[in-house]
């Protein structure tokens, strides 16, 4: 993870940048809230560790779930500009969020059994393993919130902040797990595990 902010849930836009761009070259990589396929390396001279970090990576997102949270953050961010809790920025919200949220709950579920399948040989392979199918289970349940609380009739306004606040959190506990998998990897591969998951 390249930075670790906070994400309040009246600043999504400050983290999105340009909508114009791809997301996947603008997107931070921490915002997707898994390590995510940002630029996973082919050299093969990679510590196994590292390896099985990439590992699953690829079994995650190999359905474009990084794809499509761009796509949620960029559409948020198109309606930032339009100023939190005006008319528009409601219409806006409503209009383009609930679809993506519910196509990010269903891959996030889905992905999960992929990358419970991945074999890992090494004690950090195992515990990133281990926080990616609870994070991509996290991932599921609050973007299939997000999709139910837009739709439930209650303010926009209140269902985004809800889920601004659970968001934030999430990167926190991401944040944290991180350690745990640094924890377990050899010291010797440590540097370059470390140097990966912030890529990702």
């Known amino acids: 993870m390249k930075l670790f902010l906070v994400l309040a849930a009246a600043a999504v836009a400050l983290f999105v ?15 997707r809230l898994m390590p995510v396929r940002c630029s996973l390396s082919a050299d093969t001279s990679n510590p196994p560790a590292v390896k099985d970090v990439n590992r699953v990576i690829a079994a995650a997102y190999r359905d474009h779930l990084d794809v499509t949270l761009a796509h949620l953050y960029a559409t948020v961010n198109r309606a930032q500009k339009a100023h939190k809790s005006t008319r528009k920025w409601a219409f806006l919200i409503e209009e383009g969020v609930p679809g993506l949220a519910q196509r990010v709950g269903e891959l996030a579920n889905t992905a999960r059994a992929r990358v419970a399948a991945v074999e890992v040989e090494t004690p950090a392979g195992r515990r990133f393993r281990a926080v990616a199918l609870r994070g991509l289970g996290l991932q599921s349940v609050l973007f299939d919130a997000f999709a139910h609380d837009l739709a439930a009739r209650e303010p926009t306004l209140k269902a985004f902040n809800r889920w601004g606040t659970r968001l934030n959190a999430l990167h926190r506990w991401y944040t944290a797990q991180v350690q745990s998998v640094l ?3 050899a010291s010797k591969d440590r540097a370059a595990v470390e140097a990966a998951l912030r890529r990702y």
Do not use: E, K, Y
């Open 17 to 31: 940048g340009t909508s114009h761009a791809d997301p996947r070259g603008w997107m931070p990589c921490h915002l």
């Open 183 to 185: 924890a377990v990897t």
